[in-house]
């Protein structure tokens, strides 16, 4: 099932490709389109917080786009990935922050143009979210945006204790206060190679803070 709501009309977007030739996956279309939509707004390059960052891919996309990041994980390994993928040139504008997201406090950080989260925030304890997300929501500057992804109450992420699952009213209710650009639902059924069928329900969303 697919289902998507969009407010706009977005242009396809191309990722910048990485000199040297990177290894890390491209970056989420969500972030692109983020991305394009700051793009359009003539916005110059500005700050950026990629939370739970992994390798870095998306990371690399916001440097290469002459952006500020300040790059968060709980993984020392990523963050050294991160460290280690990034161009020479743009290290001036990369902080790594080793952080889990159950101790993430908005105080401690500047107010950001974009809060990116790819397929992280679904790890941080189901407990803890509500805590999390008043922090993510006011590290947001005023027109600034979140992109990243969800996962629905379907995906078998639900059948592991802890996660943090939402239905699509909730994601909705979460952007309350936001102008919500895009929202993107589908639900996917993968073969694995143990054999066994994972269904994936990821809610995909880029969206202004008013
Ligand atoms: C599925 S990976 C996604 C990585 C990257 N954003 C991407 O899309 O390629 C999830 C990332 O979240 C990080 N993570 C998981 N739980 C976390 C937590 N509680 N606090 C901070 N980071 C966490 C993991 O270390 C991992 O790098």
Redesign the pocket.
């Known amino acids: 099932m697919t289902m998507l709501v969009t407010t706009k009309t977005i242009p396809q977007v191309q990722s910048i490709p990485k000199p040297g030739g990177s290894l890390l ?1 491209p970056p ?1 279309t969500t972030l692109l389109t983020a991305l394009q939509l700051f793009e359009a707004e003539a916005a110059a390059p500005r700050s950026a917080l ?1 939370l ?4 870095g ?2 990371t690399l996309e916001l440097l290469n786009r002459h952006w500020h990041v300040v790059a ?4 020392p390994e ?1 963050l050294a990935t991160v460290l280690t993928q990034a161009p020479v040139r743009c290290m001036a504008r990369l902080t790594t922050k080793l ?4 101790d993430l406090q908005a105080s401690q950080l500047p107010p950001f143009d974009l809060v990116n989260a ?3 925030l679904p ?3 189901a407990a803890h979210f509500g805590q999390l997300w008043t922090e993510v929501r006011q590290m947001i500057r005023r027109n600034g945006r979140f992109c990243g992804h969800f996962l629905g109450l379907s995906d078998d992420a639900n059948k592991a204790s802890g996660m943090s699952l939402h239905s699509l009213p909730d994601v909705f209710a979460l952007f309350a206060g936001f102008e919500v650009e895009m929202l993107n639902g589908v639900e996917t059924d993968k073969a694995q190679s143990d054999g066994s069928v994972k269904h994936s329900h990821v809610i995909s969303v880029v969206a202004r803070k008013k």
């Not at 968060?72 to 993984?75: E, N």
């Not at 952080?99 to 159950?102: G, L, R, W």
């Open positions: 996956a989420h990629d739970g960052c992994g390798s891919a998306d968060v994980d709980s993984a990523a952080t889990a997201f159950e790819s397929f992280s790890y941080c304890a």
